[in-house]
């Protein structure tokens, strides 16, 4: 079946690209780093006997055709952009294993009824821009022009971003594919988290993905003199950020599925002797259920317009985007269970909290995904690792599930 030393090899040799100090890697979308990674993925997609393509958003795709030349094409895959720091797991395993099923099908001489596509998808993480999915987003055409307005920290729009790597950003709808174009939509990923851990599993079924919410919570106070502005004269941004930053938790822990996190936070002017009159935070909020999160949301919304009126604070809250959760096909899951079997693993269950590209996806077609245990759950972190025997059992997991839904022709 699949050759868990070249996945891992070539796993390693991704991870060098936007290398860190860390032994992480650094690989923000439409830059020098993420256009190297895709280099090197079309490369082994070109070794494995791929026809390469790059569509308008920069989604790279490795086709092999498969008997029915008319029948749609089951679509395999995930990304190689990395957060800040992140880990070297977190979307190449979904494409070298992608890459490597197919490949090992070309070697064995093993035909499919379907064509087998394998992606590389742009920009998954929303790491720079805050806005993530916008590959997948394209492709379902959920990416509509204002999106591309959204900015980086150096105040570079996606348009822009976009223009500087060759890509001309009025052509997204042509990387769009039409309903039922596809026969399924296959991702392979790490699981960010401990459940296949306890159970003493290499791989697991996922049930559904976790719907985010992304949130810009800007707060203007005043500014003024740290040594001679009294306590009771202040309008502190801070200190009211700092204070909501609590609700969040707290409102998050509240709830059993929910998680909650303020992972940006900008205080200006900046100074030790100044109290801060402009502080920018994010939020990000999840649930499996959306109308908890949508609960929770609520809540911080209505305890953060107190906590400032309070304080003589503005407040303003800005969506950067927000995704409803969205559950994997049954049919896929079926698959997915008895590629386990075939490969001697007892099928377990277990939804996603983290966000993925087949969130997008699901609305073209049938949707399904493969967890490989993570060591201590660690993700977006260089400490995120999986075994390279865990690697091959999700990848040979995924060989049989591509199989059963492409057909053997
Ligand atoms: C990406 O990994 C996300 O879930 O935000
Ligand atoms: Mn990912
Ligand atoms: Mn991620």
Known sequence: MVDGD?????????????????????RLSFTDEERSAKDLVASYMEEGGLAVREDAVGNLFGRREGSDPDAPAVLVGSHVDSVY????????????????????MEEGGV?????????????????????????????AGHLSPGDLDHRDGD????????????????????????????AAYLELHIEQGR?????????????????????????????????????????????????????VEEEASSAPSAVGTVGQLETR?????????????????RDIDVSVRDRVEGRIRERAEEICARRGVELGVEELQRLDPAPCSEEVRSVISEACEEVGIRP????????????????????????????????????EWSTREDCEAGCNVLYWSVLGLAGQG
């Open 6 to 26: 070249r996945l891992w090899r070539r796993l390693s040799e991704l991870a060098e690209i936007g290398k860190r100090e860390s032994g992480g890697v650094t």
């Open 85 to 104: 720091d992140g880990g070297n797991f977190d979307g190449p395993l979904g494409v070298l294993a992608g890459i490597e099923v197919v490949q090992a």
């Open 111 to 139: 035909r499919t009824d379907h064509p087998v596509e394998v992606v590389a998808f742009t920009d998954e993480e929303g790491a720079r821009f805050s806005f993530g999915m916008i590959g997948s987003r394209a492709l």
């Open 155 to 182: 105040d570079i729009s996606i348009s822009e971003a976009m223009r500087d790597y060759g890509l001309d950003p009025k052509r997204v709808e042509a990387a769009r594919r039409q309903q039922d174009s596809l």
């Open 195 to 247: 459940v296949l851990e306890a159970e003493g599993l290499p791989v697991g079924i996922v049930t559904g993905i976790a719907g985010p919410v992304w949130l810009r919570f800007s707060l203007r106070g005043e500014s003024g003199h740290a040594g001679a502005t009294p306590m009771n004269r202040r309008h502190d941004a801070l200190a009211a950020a700092a204070q909501i930053v609590g609700v």
């Open 269 to 285: 002017p900046g100074g030790i002797n100044i109290i801060p009159g402009l502080v920018d935070f994010s939020v990000d909020l």
């Open 348 to 383: 377990h269950s277990l939804p996603s909290g983290a966000g993925h590209d087949g969130m997008h996806l699901a609305s073209l077609c049938p949707m399904g995904m493969i967890f490989v245990r993570s060591k201590g759950g660690i993700s977006h972190n260089p400490e």
